[in-house]
C-alpha cells in the first residue's frame, strides 16, 4: 500500500476527528527494520494499556501544514478518486461519528480545530476500531493548548479530576458520544473515553498504572524496530484482525492471510526525494498437531486458521537476488518470488506468454436443458457401429501442457522473475504489453525436453502438422534466442540453470545481456518494483480504450483521440476506436477512478518492495522515489 498514497488521502480534507482517525491510517501498513537497540518512546508509556494500535509522530504540526499546502491535496479534493471516496460507506459511517463528535464536544472538528490541537510530537491511540475509541496526546505549550477551542468552551464540561490535574467530559445524550479533554503541563490530551484520560494523567503524575509501553506485542515490535522514523505505528494484529470492522473494510481482503501475526511495527523515513518504510511483521507460532486426529473437531466447528506462508529456502532466496539482476532499467513492473511450485509457474507461462485469453464465464446457476426423445437409441442410417464390439480405444499422445509440467517439476524452480512494460506506437491508439518470464531452476535444465513441450502446447490446439510451431535462431550473438516460426510472438532462450520466455524480442534482447552481471543485491524471498511515471500514461490510455471513454486533455492521447491518425477510423466510418462514455453517476473505476489518483502523485517516480524472513518474523522495505 502506498505510504503517501494513504497519508496525504487520508488526511486533509476529512475535518479535525476524522484526521485523528486517519492519523492511525496514516503508516498505510504494518512493520519495521531490525536495527540498533530502539529510541524509547515519550508518549508510549503515558498510553493506557489496551490498545489496538499505537501511532506516534515526531512532529505532526509540520506534517499536516505540509500537507495542507501541498498541490496533492488540492489535486485530490478535485478528483474522481476523491468523488467516489466522499460516498463510500466507510466515509459516511466516519462523518457520522465527527457529528457525534461535534455534538458532545460543542465544537466543529474541522481542520482549524486540528490545526491549533497539533503540536510537536503527537501519539494517538486506538481501543475500539467499531466505536472509534482514541486517546490522543500531543505535546504542546499550555499558552497554546489554552487557545484552543476546545479549552474556550470547557464551561459547558463536566469538570473531573485525576491525579490532581483538572479534565472536562461531556457525553452527548442522543449518540452516547463522550469527549474528554485535559491540559497537563505542555500535554493536550483529548479522548472519547473518561477513563483512557484519566488513566493517561495518571502516568504523566508518574503512576504506576498499566500502560502500551509494559504490553508484550508493544515491547516486542519497537525492540525490533531500531530508531524511530518520522511516524510510527505499532499494531496489536491479533486484537485487530478480530475486529469486524476490520474484516468489513481492510481494503487489501487478506485478512486470513494477517491472521498468521501477532503483532507489527512500522517506520517511515522521508529523506529529500525518497521515502522508505521499514517493516517487520511477527508471526505466531505453528499450531500443533493433534495428538489423535480421530478427535479433531469438525470443520464447522473449527476456528478459522490463519495461512501459513511456506519460509523459502536459502536456495530460492538466493534465486531471488541473481534473478534480480536481470531486471532492465526500463522495467514497467516487476516481480520475483522465492520457491514457486510448478503449478504457478506454469500457469503464469500460459496466461502471459503461451496462451494468454480472457478467463472462463463464472459457471450458471441455471440447470442444463434436457433434450426429451421418444427413447429411440441409435440411428436406423448408422451402419458403421458395431454393437456386438467394445468400441476401439485411441492411444491419445501426451499433450504439451502435461510434458511442460513434468519438466517444470523435474527442474525443482528456485525463484520467477515476472516482468511488464508498455509501449505504444504513435501512427496508432493501440498499447502493446511486452511481459517476460524468468525461471531459475535448482540444475540445468533440459533444454530439448523443454523446447519440444512449449512447442506442443502451441501446436496441439491452434495448429495442423506443427505448422508455425518450429523452433528458428533468432536474435544477434552472443544473445540469441529461439523463436516460433509462426505469427504467435514467443521467444525462448535456455542458458544452463535460467529458462527465459518472452512474448516480445526487444525483451528478451533486454535481459540476456544481463545474465553476465553479478548480483549485488542481499537474498530475499520477495521483491517487486513499479515505475509509475513511466506507465501512468499507456495505463490511462489503454483503460480509456478499454472503458470507450475519451481521455481528459491532460493526457497525450487525447490529441491523439482527436485528431485522427492514419491507424484511427473518423467516427463518421463504420468502426470506431472508442466513444464518449454517457454519464452514469460515477467515473470508470480504472480509467477514471484510479487514473485520477494516479494524475494526483503525478511526482512519484517508482516504487520498490523488498521481502525477507528470519527466527518468525517477516521483515519489509518498501521505497518510493519521487521526481
Partial sequence: MNFKLNLKTSRGWIPAFLCLIAFAAALAWAAARPLNSPTQSHLAPLMPSGAALFIEAKDFASLLDEWNSSPEKKQWLKSDDFEVFSRSRVLLRLAEAQGQFAAAAGVPPDMPFLSRAAGKESALGFYDIGKLEFLYITRLPSSSAMQSTLWQARSKFDSRTAAGTPFFVHTDSQSGRVVAFAVAGDYLLVA????????????IAGGNGPKISDEDWYTQSVGAAGEPGDLRMVLNMEKIVAAPHFRSYWVQGNVAEMRQYRAAVSDLYRSGSTYREERVLFRKPASPEPANPDAVKPESAQPIQPVQRAAATPEGTQAVADLLRLVPDDAGVYRVVANPTADVALALLQTRILAPQISSAPAGNLAPSVNLTGG???????????????????????DGTTALKKALDAANIQGILVLSSTHTNPQTPFVEIRTGIALAAASDW??????????????????????GATWKPAGAAPNTFMELDGLLPLRVSIRGKILIASNSAETIAALLPRLSTRATLPPASFAAGFRDSAERQNFIRLTSALDRTAPPDSDPYNAVAQQPSPGIVPANQQMQI??????????????????????????????????????????????????
Wanted: aromatic fraction near 8%.
Fill in 192 to 203: 472519547t473515553r473518561e477513563d483512557l484520560l484519566a488513566g493517561s494523567l495518571e502516568l
Fill in 376 to 398: 429411440e437409441v441409435g440411428s436406423s442410417t448408422d451402419l458403421e457401429t458395431l454393437i456386438d464390439q467394445p468400441p476401439a480405444v485411441r492411444a491419445v499422445a501426451e
Fill in 446 to 467: 533440459d533444454a530439448p525436453s523443454v523446447y519440444a513441450a512449449i512447442a506442443n502446447v502451441i501446436a496441439q490446439p491452434n495448429t495442423t502438422q506443427q505448422l
Fill in 578 to 627: 472508442w466513444t464518449p462514455a454517457q454519464p452514469t453517476g460515477a467515473p470508470e473505476f480504472f480509467s477514471g477512478n484510479l487514473a485520477s489518483l494516479s494524475r494526483v502523485f503525478s511526482t512519484l517516480d517508482s516504487e520498490t518492495v523488498v521481502i525477507r524472513d528470519s527466527d518468525g518474523k517477516t521483515f519489509q522495505t518498501v521505497t518510493y522515489n519521487w521526481k
